[in-house]
């Protein structure tokens, strides 16, 4: 087996309806609400995450066309590895973000801090827990961006092909 | 379509041959090394990937047969929904850790803090970026221990069907 078939277990409604404009990163999106809605046959499975502040996504980037190597990310001017990027032409097409979670009604759990495009399919919610998920004296390489400009980017056409919009 | 069919991009190496008594977390592994090996075709997409400390793996839990809604995690005793806990019979079969990065060699990361079984394959490669993947004020839910305690604790057979191993 080379690849693996993976259910999406609902999906997650933004109002963002086209790639171009949007935040790039969930702290570009931090008021932004949304919903991420779950196959009402899991929905036991949200039992007790209403008690996390915040909730890893991991979602199929399926509006991402491209699968790339090389590229030249919307916080950069050079060409990077893609792995050592955010970008969603990464070759999985997996995307991952940490949104706040607001709260958790039957199947529908209000978030806030999105940065995903409504209708996104979504492959699982893990709860951020802060004891694993914030390692110490973490640096972050080519990635020197602070916060503040990483709220205000807005991405662009590059990762977009016209026929996918 | 309600499935998404990832590529595998690598595999990860480590000492964990069987799933009884594997660490937990990266932190409970913290100086466990292993290796993390991707098809050499993506090789190109490793550059500038050496710049950062620390980076997420996220991996198909190959061994993980059950899927289950409820499950009692290792750093309890009360059954939770399974989205509330990193469980590996989680619907998704998906595992998320950060390890720390030591050294980029061909298509060769040697990665230090792996809890994960030898031989899982692998789904993608992010880097961790601590202006987007820390947020502050986090609270975890029912998952009160310390870090010291999930350093200590070790996997046992409530998530292994026999047939499995």
Known sequence: MNAYKCDYIGVIRTPFTDLQGMPIQPCGAREVTGEVVINPELQEGLKDLDGFSHIYLIYHLHKAAQKKLTVVPFMDTVPRGVFA???????????????ELLSVEENRIKVR????????????????????????????????????EVEDKRSDQRFIEKSEL
Chains 1, 2 share one sequence.
């Open 113 to 148: 801090g999105v940065d995903i495009l409504d209708g996104t399919p979504l492959l699982d919610i893990k709860p951020y827990i802060h004891a694993f998920d914030c390692p110490e004296n973490a640096s972050s390489g080519w990635m020197t961006a602070d916060r503040k």
């Open 85 to 99: 990027t955010r970008s969603p032409v990464r070759p999985s097409h997996l995307g991952l973000s940490i949104v």
